[in-house]
């Protein structure tokens, strides 16, 4: 292998430990501590380990965590009610449901209902909005986390031809808001994108964000690229694998993140610092 690794539980730990400082030196000073909402419907297996283990950090960190395990027949007026409960609980400075939900529910109508200043997860239309023209304010987590490991490459993104495959509304597209923000020519990949493999061969960075394993191969990627993969597949064997074929991949890129330990732990990193910048603002704190 050439490819240098991104370690993402490494940088995510760099941050965590930042954001414990802050928490501790305030709380400290008599100041509460931040508190974060979980809200979770149903019990999927495999969202209810990514909810396990934010609850981890969360704790780890000095964040209170607010759980709330709604059963799968929640009815939309009572998870509105629950929503508009914790957006008026002073306690509370972020509110995260978990995505997907059950059929009957409307996702895009409980992000609307979160109050964008809670919005730890930047779904919020007012946030991609703010995100889209240059006012970032709380920004979605995986691109987020994607940014920060970027920076550990000590790359210049002016300028660079970045690829992201997928565009969907919690990772392609504000992948593709936050790569424009930092300077890069942006091309987004999608189900009806004609030749992929045309559009990853010329890229120096890509993130593949398209949820199909093994998706991407190790024969498209350019010499010294760097690969962000932020697909996460179990297999039968329990096993994670991403979107790019990593061995392969790993032999021409300059940069690659593995699967695990990569984007993820990234992602539940920057929840908690989206939840204390959260926790901050409400607290006039600065
Ligand atoms: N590491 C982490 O922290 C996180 C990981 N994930 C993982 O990332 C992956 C993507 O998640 P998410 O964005 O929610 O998934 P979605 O299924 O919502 O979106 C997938 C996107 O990829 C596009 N796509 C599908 N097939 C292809 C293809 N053959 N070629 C090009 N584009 C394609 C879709 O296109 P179209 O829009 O046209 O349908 C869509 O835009 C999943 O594996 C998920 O588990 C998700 C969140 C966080
Ligand atoms: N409202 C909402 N916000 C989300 O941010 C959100 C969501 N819903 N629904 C599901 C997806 C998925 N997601 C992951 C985050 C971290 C890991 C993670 O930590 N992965 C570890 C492996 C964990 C394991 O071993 O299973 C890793 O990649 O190393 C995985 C997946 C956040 N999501
Ligand atoms: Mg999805």
Redesign the pocket.
């Known amino acids: 292998m050439t490819a240098r690794l991104l370690d993402g539980r490494a940088v995510g730990a760099t941050v965590r430990a930042g954001l414990a400082e802050t928490i501790a030196a305030y709380t400290e000073n008599g100041h509460r501590p931040p508190g974060l909402a979980v809200v979770q419907v149903g019990g999927d297996p495999a969202s209810s380990v990514y909810v396990a283990n934010k609850r981890k950090a969360c704790a780890k960190l000095g964040i209170e965590s607010f759980s709330h395990d709604l059963k799968d027949t929640v009815s939309q007026a009572e998870l509105d009610a629950l929503v508009d409960e914790l957006n008026e609980d002073p306690r509370i400075d972020g509110i995260l449901v978990q995505l997907p939900l059950p059929e009957h529910l409307s996702a895009d109508s409980i992000i609307n209902r979160i109050d964008p200043d809670k919005d730890v997860d930047g779904f919020h239309p007012t946030n991609i909005g703010r995100l889209a023209i240059r006012q970032p304010g709380l920004r979605p ?2 691109p987020f ?1 994607v940014m920060r490991l970027l920076e550990e490459t000590g790359r210049d993104l002016h300028g660079m031809e970045a690829v992201v ?8 597209r504000p992948m593709a808001l936050e790569l424009l923000l930092a300077g890069a020519t942006v091309t987004v ?5 004609e030749d ?1 493999a045309a559009h990853v061969r010329r890229a120096d960075l890509v993130v593949a ?4 394993p093994g ?1 991407v191969r190790g024969e498209w990627i350019k010499g010294g690229a760097i690969v962000i993969d ?4 179990r297999r039968d064997d329990g096993t994670l694998h991403g ?1 790019v074929d990593f061995d392969a991949a790993a032999e021409r890129a300059g940069f690659i993140t593995p699967v695990p330990g ?3 732990p ?2 539940i990193a920057m929840l908690m610092h989206n939840t204390v910048t959260s926790w901050r603002r409400r607290l006039g704190l600065d």
């Not at 495959?165 to 392609?172: D, Q, Y």
């Not at 990949?189 to 994108?193: D, L």
């Open positions: 987590c995986t986390g495959v997928g565009a969907s509304n919690i990772v392609g990949c999608h189900r009806f994108t992929l964000a398209a949820g199909k998706l932020v697909g996460i597949h979107d990569g984007v993820g990234m992602t």
